[in-house]
């Protein structure tokens, strides 16, 4: 029996916690949602943002709550789609607590990379001072490197630098190979692959030789820099503690391999994505939908948080968007809330024709800014560009200044410019402009060239008909043949059928006159605007002559000053946009054109399931811009290609909402308006592709 005595029980006091002291008070200033995202713990983490529901607001805030806890600015990084925004960001961090986040790295993914590159692009073959070919850069070596090799670019129409440059942008961006690319996007290119194949990897060398890397390159390089050195991808991951990703339903496959290597090495990688499934409809530019849905996947013990309260919309606008986005089977379940009171029902409204639908627009316009609401709070969205053309007529017929925010006005496009260029000179065969612009369409044919043809021609009568008899052979041998093709065009161009039938001579210049084969190797989105033209043509089906519909169109693109609505501020303009242009950006009322079948979703893009739902996804999109009144239009007839009126089926995003989700209208004749005198809407310059959301409420902001 031992004498010793017990040992002690141990107990542990523990002190109460003193609460953590914020300079913020981020329980006052979130919601409940966006403060478990500030708030949500180291991992890896996924932020599903829904429309209008302040995702930039819980960034901001997610930044200030890491560096009040802590954490030194210069282990941030931030890539955002957009300098500014990455700006705007760190802008109101130094608001919120005064801290200095010029240490922080920040930027879009290209500005970053380039950074991060230059003091180590010797091991890839550069030196530090490396330059960055822009766009106008790339496009002209490519040119120079088909020129090196003598491709006979005259023989066979052989792709542009603009659109060779896409075609390597989207390869590089994608991870498509070359030759499954042009299979698939530009298969008319096929017979010319191996001359393609050969000028790129010319231009790789000249890139090298110069010491300069084109866009795709600070992206494609860097990836090279952190895959063959992982020295240098693991000083990354010990670098930058917190990455955060802004956008990131649009980050393409490069973009995502690049924020998976940085914190490959880590061991619980603190990297946060924000973005919204529902809203990614770039593919066409190589966003990757499926890098958002598999973060998790390629990052197990991933957190997803949702952001579902909306401070935008009127809750009978969202009850219709879920309601749409519901039916697409790829996506993270959410619902958006609305804090707003209930609202009007949403519209869906059935027009006569896309006459009648420009008409509707129209006067709903004026009344809704009779109303109370300004025309800039007013926007009219639509799938594709030619959707708006007759829209743009009847504003202008009634004095509605409008802006487009979509490119440019119809009839500025270049692509229409120059297929109307054939029917002036055939109205005018002394339009010197007309004649020297087609001719430049020719390869090989600049303005020298075309100035040395109409000197030739342009003192007689009909200059026109005495380039029809000129000796071909004394011209150039490398254009000679195209010359020959387009004296032939312009000789059938001029029978009195065509003549009489502006729609007819408007197919004629793009199936025979060739105008198809330009497009397709000047544009990337060649079929997009040779939809544009097919439109053009349906325009002119109601004209008997080519002399009156060019009246019409150029009078319809003279600007004048004296467009205005009686009481108009000086800058109030109804907006124009195509929805992809529209994205992160809202107006109190929304109008969505032309939802027909096989126009919107596009005949094309509905061929997969996977583009259908993007199809769908552009249609949320659409939706989720309106703040108080969405108003959904669908023509019910339409011409076909031969001028007969055929029945057109509503959109199937219309046919699969329950009936309960809006109200439909329909149309009455009334008295005609009084005649006003109409006048052209200000000329204005392509908008800025606008990309970061400004949210309306404070709880957003």
Same mark, same amino acid.
């Given at each position: 029996?031992?004498?010793?005595?017990?040992?002690?029980?141990?107990?542990?006091?523990?002190?109460?916690?003193?609460?953590?002291?914020?300079?913020?008070?981020?329980?006052?200033?979130?919601?409940?949602?966006?403060?478990?995202?500030?708030?949500?713990?180291?991992?890896?983490?996924?932020?599903?943002?829904?429309?209008?529901?302040?995702?930039?607001?819980?960034?901001?805030?997610?930044?200030?709550?890491?560096?009040?806890?802590?954490?030194?600015?210069?282990?941030?990084?931030?890539?955002?789609?957009?300098?500014?925004?990455?700006?705007?960001?760190?802008?109101?961090?130094?608001?919120?607590?005064?801290?200095?986040?010029?240490?922080?790295?920040?930027?879009?993914?290209?500005?970053?990379?380039?950074?991060?590159?230059?003091?180590?692009?010797?091991?890839?073959?550069?030196?530090?001072?490396?330059?960055?070919?822009?766009?106008?850069?790339?496009?002209?070596?490519?040119?120079?490197?088909?020129?090196?090799?003598?491709?006979?670019?005259?023989?066979?129409?052989?792709?542009?630098?603009?659109?060779?440059?896409?075609?390597?942008?989207?390869?590089?961006?994608?991870?498509?190979?070359?030759?499954?690319?042009?299979?698939?996007?530009?298969?008319?290119?096929?017979?010319?692959?191996?001359?393609?194949?050969?000028?790129?990897?010319?231009?790789?060398?000249?890139?090298?030789?110069?010491?300069?890397?084109?866009?795709?390159?600070?992206?494609?390089?860097?990836?090279?820099?952190?895959?063959?050195?992982?020295?240098?991808?693991?000083?990354?991951?010990?670098?930058?503690?917190?990455?955060?990703?802004?956008?990131?339903?649009?980050?393409?496959?490069?973009?995502?391999?690049?924020?998976?290597?940085?914190?490959?090495?880590?061991?619980?990688?603190?990297?946060?994505?924000?973005?919204?499934?529902?809203?990614?409809?770039?593919?066409?530019?190589?966003?990757?939908?499926?890098?958002?849905?598999?973060?998790?996947?390629?990052?197990?013990?991933?957190?997803?948080?949702?952001?579902?309260?909306?401070?935008?919309?009127?809750?009978?606008?969202?009850?219709?968007?879920?309601?749409?986005?519901?039916?697409?089977?790829?996506?993270?379940?959410?619902?958006?809330?609305?804090?707003?009171?209930?609202?009007?029902?949403?519209?869906?409204?059935?027009?006569?024709?896309?006459?009648?639908?420009?008409?509707?627009?129209?006067?709903?316009?004026?009344?809704?800014?009779?109303?109370?609401?300004?025309?800039?709070?007013?926007?009219?969205?639509?799938?594709?560009?030619?959707?708006?053309?007759?829209?743009?007529?009847?504003?202008?017929?009634?004095?509605?200044?409008?802006?487009?925010?979509?490119?440019?006005?119809?009839?500025?496009?270049?692509?229409?410019?120059?297929?109307?260029?054939?029917?002036?000179?055939?109205?005018?065969?002394?339009?010197?402009?007309?004649?020297?612009?087609?001719?430049?369409?020719?390869?090989?044919?600049?303005?020298?060239?075309?100035?040395?043809?109409?000197?030739?021609?342009?003192?007689?009568?009909?200059?026109?008909?005495?380039?029809?008899?000129?000796?071909?052979?004394?011209?150039?041998?490398?254009?000679?043949?195209?010359?020959?093709?387009?004296?032939?065009?312009?000789?059938?161009?001029?029978?009195?059928?065509?003549?009489?039938?502006?729609?007819?001579?408007?197919?004629?210049?793009?199936?025979?006159?060739?105008?198809?084969?330009?497009?397709?190797?000047?544009?990337?989105?060649?079929?997009?605007?040779?939809?544009?033209?097919?439109?053009?043509?349906?325009?002119?089906?109601?004209?008997?002559?080519?002399?009156?519909?060019?009246?019409?169109?150029?009078?319809?693109? +003279? *600007? =004048?000053?004296?467009?205005?609505?009686?009481? %108009?501020?000086?800058? /109030? $303009?109804? &907006? @124009?946009?195509?929805?992809?242009?529209?994205?992160?950006?809202?107006?109190?009322?929304?109008?969505?054109?032309?939802?027909?079948?096989?126009?919107?979703?596009?005949?094309?893009?509905?061929?997969?399931?996977?583009?259908?739902?993007?199809?769908?996804?552009?249609?949320?999109?659409?939706?989720?811009?309106?703040?108080?009144?969405?108003?959904?239009?669908?023509?019910?007839?339409?011409?076909?290609?031969?001028?007969?009126?055929?029945?057109? +089926? *509503? =959109?199937?995003?219309?046919?699969?909402?329950? %009936?309960?989700?809006? /109200? $439909?209208? &329909? @149309?009455?004749?009334?008295?005609?308006?009084?005649?006003?005198?109409?006048?052209?809407?200000?000329?204005?310059?392509?908008?800025?592709?606008?990309?970061?959301?400004?949210?309306?409420?404070?709880?957003?902001?």
């Amino acid at each position: 029996m031992s004498d010793e005595a017990p040992a002690p029980r141990r107990y542990v006091l523990r002190r109460a916690a003193v609460p953590k002291s914020y300079r913020v008070d981020y329980a006052r200033e979130l919601n409940e949602e966006q403060k478990a995202v500030v708030f949500a713990p180291d991992g890896p983490t996924v932020v599903v943002a829904g429309a209008g529901s302040g995702k930039t607001r819980a960034l901001v805030y997610r930044v200030s709550r890491l560096i009040e806890d802590g954490a030194d600015p210069a282990s941030l990084l931030l890539l955002t789609f957009t300098n500014r925004a990455a700006r705007e960001m760190k802008r109101r961090v130094e608001a919120l607590i005064g801290a200095d986040l010029n240490r922080a790295t920040a930027g879009t993914f290209h500005s970053v990379a380039a950074r991060l590159l230059r003091p180590h692009a010797e091991l890839l073959g550069y030196r530090q001072n490396f330059g960055i070919l822009d766009s106008e850069d790339s496009k002209d070596l490519l040119e120079s490197a088909t020129s090196d090799l003598g491709v006979p670019v005259t023989e066979r129409r052989f792709p542009k630098g603009d659109l060779l440059r896409a075609i390597v942008s989207l390869c590089v961006n994608t991870g498509r190979p070359l030759d499954d690319l042009i299979t698939a996007e530009h298969p008319h290119f096929l017979p010319q692959l191996d001359a393609i194949r050969a000028v790129v990897h010319r231009y790789l060398e000249r890139k090298v030789a110069a010491n300069g890397m084109d866009y795709d390159d600070l992206l494609l390089n860097f990836k090279r820099l952190l895959a063959e050195h992982p020295g240098i991808r693991k000083s990354f991951g010990e670098r930058f503690r917190h990455v955060l990703v802004d956008e990131y339903q649009d980050v393409n496959r490069l973009q995502a391999d690049l924020v998976d290597l940085v914190v490959k090495d880590v061991e619980t990688p603190n990297v946060m994505v924000v973005g919204d499934d529902a809203q990614s409809i770039y593919s066409f530019r190589g966003a990757d939908f499926e890098a958002l849905l598999g973060f998790g996947e390629r990052h197990p013990g991933t957190r997803v948080f949702s952001l579902e309260t909306n401070y935008r919309s009127t809750p009978e606008i969202l009850r219709l968007a879920d309601a749409s986005i519901a039916h697409n089977t790829r996506r993270f379940e959410k619902s958006l809330r609305a804090t707003r009171p209930a609202g009007v029902p949403v519209a869906v409204v059935g027009t006569a024709d896309v006459v009648q639908q420009a008409e509707f627009v129209a006067q709903r316009v004026l009344e809704l800014r009779d109303e109370g609401t300004p025309l800039a709070e007013i926007a009219v969205l639509y799938r594709a560009h030619y959707q708006a053309l007759e829209l743009q007529i009847e504003l202008t017929r009634r004095g509605i200044p409008y802006e487009i925010r979509s490119g440019m006005r119809f009839f500025e496009q270049q692509h229409v410019k120059d297929v109307l260029a054939y029917l002036r000179l055939l109205v005018n065969p002394k339009e010197e402009t007309a004649f020297k612009r087609i001719l430049k369409l020719l390869p090989k044919v600049g303005e020298r060239t075309a100035a040395t043809l109409w000197a030739a021609v342009g003192g007689n009568p009909d200059p026109v008909g005495s380039f029809l008899h000129l000796d071909m052979r004394k011209a150039p041998a490398g254009v000679q043949g195209a010359l020959g093709k387009l004296a032939k065009t312009l000789e059938l161009l001029r029978r009195p059928s065509i003549l009489s039938a502006p729609a007819e001579a408007i197919r004629f210049v793009v199936d025979e006159g060739g105008y198809a084969d330009v497009a397709k190797s000047k544009f990337e989105n060649h079929q997009t605007r040779l939809d544009d033209l097919e439109a053009l043509a349906q325009f002119a089906l109601p004209y008997d002559g080519v002399e009156r519909f060019l009246e019409e169109v150029t009078l319809f693109g +003279e *600007p =004048s000053g004296e467009t205005v609505v009686a009481g %108009e501020k000086d800058d /109030e $303009r109804l &907006v @124009l946009s195509s929805i992809h242009q529209a994205k992160g950006l809202e107006w109190r009322a929304v109008f969505v054109l032309g939802l027909v079948e096989d126009r919107f979703p596009n005949v094309r893009a509905a061929r997969t399931a996977e583009g259908l739902e993007e199809e769908r996804r552009l249609f949320y999109v659409a939706a989720t811009r309106a703040k108080d009144e969405l108003l959904l239009v669908h023509p019910l007839a339409a011409f076909d290609r031969y001028g007969i009126v055929v029945v057109t +089926e *509503p =959109s199937r995003f219309l046919n699969e909402l329950p %009936e309960d989700v809006y /109200e $439909r209208w &329909v @149309l009455e004749p009334g008295p005609p308006l009084p005649e006003v005198a109409g006048a052209n809407a200000p000329r204005l310059g392509e908008a800025e592709d606008p990309t970061v959301e400004d949210d309306p409420e404070d709880l957003v902001n």
